[in-house]
């Protein structure tokens, strides 16, 4: 318990932080006073919570112990607001030992006096009792969205029960924002087909189904008991189940493993997920070890939370991922399993914690063995440019990389991957330094087969393997223009800001810091040479064979046949119009063209 004078000083602000919370469910529903034991400081979203831990022992107060010192000194610090029809606020008071009102629109006014400390302590067990019962009420009920209230009125009318679970309850505990939801029920598959008007069986063997609900996609699942996982992946037998309690049991992780009555609002947490989440831990249902052998894609699920919430994987969860067993079962999950997990990895605030944790538990050798040359590959020397070996400047600059971008995130982090098999020391009057000649090739090379073999799309590994082929360009002020053109051609322009955004996360990655864009020389030229390349984009420059004032038809009609020479001697237009857009008219091409179409000959 706190004394008084830890209590914020301006009390109105600090309740209308307070009221956002849970507690305006109670004020809404009850219409009485709210008396307040303990606050804990808001949080950064501006919200106090509240936990059993804060309700001090003298809540239980009994007959036998009314009128001890001990007691009334812990009356004296309780703290009362009174409520109004309107809402909470005003004439907030600190009981000091004077009499004092408190208003209940459910009781009569009572007055505290400090003489009758029977009646002091008999109207405190009263205050205290329904304090006790409103804070059990705040802190195990959740306020149902508006849709799924009127989702469960079908499953109401049915005769069945409905609860939220999933990902959904635990972003609500995180004080995010859920669209996605997931509903357990005791309603078989046929008769939640039965009651709703748009359903998809879109796991029916597994007791999922699709309702289509106010415009929203839901998933409803039976409850259900998984029997062997023989695979790594599937059940080999799923059971109906019939409790929530049971269904809960079956799923992954504590934070996971939470559900909402969706009638009541009540919480259902048999395995203290709200606590884990609280103090950001990621811990699986019981044993991790039978969690983890039931579905290899756990472990990566684990190492994805870890970098999307930013929580800690508990010790002894962590350790079972690296044991052989479990190492057997995720290396038989399917690489598209994997890829959106990586994806998932890969967009997170601050990737790099993962895949270290990858690294460390020997998941990303499963999968992306190439990344072993990467560690102890060391590219520091008495230049400076470099602090980390290959593999921590790939994933630091793969944090310094935009999270909305996929593309710049994997170019990214596969951008020198070819290093350690170009790598070249030189000995020089300085020390030694190293060289990466063509590295840029390598790393091309490998990350297309990467890519292909994690299934991800044409479009993907084309543009990603683009961008780590173009990201060795070394620009500087005696550029010509015709330099520029070339530079624009080479990078084609819909890869420029992703090849610029690259740029950026590579030298994040040097140090683990952000670019020095405007105050650095490498930041002052990169700024320069986009200035230079805006210029010639909107000056409507040609940069493709498309853009020339000439095209096939009329090299035929000067006599140039179709095929390999004509297509030799357009490039050799384009060559020259990048050297000197002026030359860009029909009539100086076409003299040209006789010109190329001769030396072919």
């Given amino acids: 318990m706190v004394d008084t004078a830890s209590v914020a000083t301006d009390?109105?602000?600090?309740?209308?932080a307070f009221r956002q919370e849970s507690v305006c469910v109670f004020q809404r529903k009850f219409r009485i006073g709210i008396i307040l034991i303990r606050c804990e400081t808001p949080d950064a979203a501006g919200r106090i919570r509240f936990e059993p831990r804060n309700i001090p022992q003298t809540v239980h107060i009994s007959e036998n112990n009314i009128g001890t010192?001990?007691?009334?000194?812990?009356v004296k610090r309780i703290i009362f607001f009174r409520s109004r029809k309107s809402g909470i606020g005003g004439n907030d008071k600190v009981w000091n030992g004077r009499s004092m009102p408190v208003h209940f629109s459910r009781f009569r006014r009572r007055i505290f006096s400090s003489r009758k400390d029977n009646n002091v302590h008999r109207r405190?067990?009263?205050?205290?009792?329904?304090l006790d019962h409103v804070m059990h009420f705040i802190m195990n009920h959740i306020r149902i969205p508006p849709v799924l209230q009127k989702m469960n009125k079908v499953f109401v009318s049915g005769g069945f029960e409905a609860y939220l679970v999933g990902g959904a309850v635990r972003d609500m505990f995180l004080g995010k924002k859920a669209t996605d939801w997931d509903v357990a029920t005791n309603a078989r598959p046929e008769q939640v087909m039965s009651i709703f008007r748009k359903v998809i069986p879109t796991g029916i063997v597994h007791g999922t189904v699709t309702v289509h609900f106010q415009g929203h996609e839901i998933e409803v699942t039976t409850y259900r008991t998984d029997i062997g996982y023989s695979d790594g992946r599937h059940p080999d037998l799923v059971a109906y189940a019939a409790t929530i309690q049971d269904d809960l049991s079956r799923r992954d992780f504590t934070m996971n493993a939470i559900a909402v009555n969706m009638s009541t609002g009540r919480i259902i947490d048999p395995f203290g997920g709200r606590r884990d989440i609280r103090k950001k831990i990621i811990r699986t249902v019981g044993n991790p070890l039978d969690r983890f052998t039931e579905d290899g894609l756990r472990p990566v699920r684990a190492l994805r939370f870890s970098a999307q919430l930013g929580f800690v994987i508990e010790k002894q969860t962590f350790q079972v991922i690296s044991a052989p067993e479990v190492r057997e079962k995720t290396a038989r999950i399917s690489m598209e399993r994997f890829r959106d997990e990586f994806i998932k990895i890969l967009q997170a605030p601050k990737p790099s914690a993962a895949l270290k944790f990858m690294e460390k538990t020997g998941v990303q050798s499963l999968f992306i063995p190439e990344f072993s040359l990467c560690r102890g590959c060391i590219q520091s020397d008495y230049r400076g440019f470099h602090e980390f070996d290959v593999m921590d400047h790939l994933v630091y600059s793969c944090d310094g990389a935009p999270s909305d971008n996929l593309n710049v995130r994997l170019a990214a982090l596969f951008h020198d991957i070819g290093?350690?098999?170009?790598k070249k020391t030189e000995h020089t009057e300085n020390g030694d330094i190293y060289t990466f000649y063509n590295h840029e090739r390598v790393s091309a090379g490998i990350t297309h087969n990467i890519l292909v073999r994690l299934r991800f799309p044409t479009t993907t590994v084309e543009a990603v393997t683009h961008l780590v082929a173009q990201h060795m360009f070394h620009y500087e002020s005696n550029w010509t223009d015709a330099a520029?053109?070339?530079?624009v051609v080479r990078v084609q322009p819909e890869y420029l800001?992703?090849?610029?955004?690259?740029?950026l996360a590579d030298i994040y990655g040097m140090h683990n810091l952000p670019a020095r864009v405007h105050d650095t020389p490498v930041g002052k030229n990169l700024c320069e040479l986009k200035d230079r390349i805006g210029k010639i984009l909107s000056g409507h420059t040609a940069l493709g064979i498309h853009d020339l004032a000439v095209n096939g038809r009329d090299l035929i009609a000067e006599g140039i046949p179709a095929g390999?020479?004509?297509?030799?001697?357009?490039?050799?237009?384009?060559?020259?119009?990048?050297?000197?857009p002026a030359v860009n008219t029909r009539e100086q091409l076409l003299k040209t063209a006789r010109v190329l179409y001769d030396r072919e000959k």
């Fill in 564 to 580: 390999r020479t004509m297509g030799s001697v357009l490039q050799g237009l384009l060559d020259a119009v990048l050297d000197n």
């Fill in 484 to 487: 520029v053109r070339r530079f």
């Fill in 419 to 422: 290093k350690p098999a170009v």
């Fill in 69 to 74: 010192k001990a007691d009334t000194a812990a």
């Fill in 497 to 503: 800001d992703d090849l610029f955004e690259l740029r």
């Fill in 124 to 130: 405190g067990c009263a205050v205290l009792s329904i």
């Fill in 11 to 16: 009390k109105r602000d600090m309740f209308s």
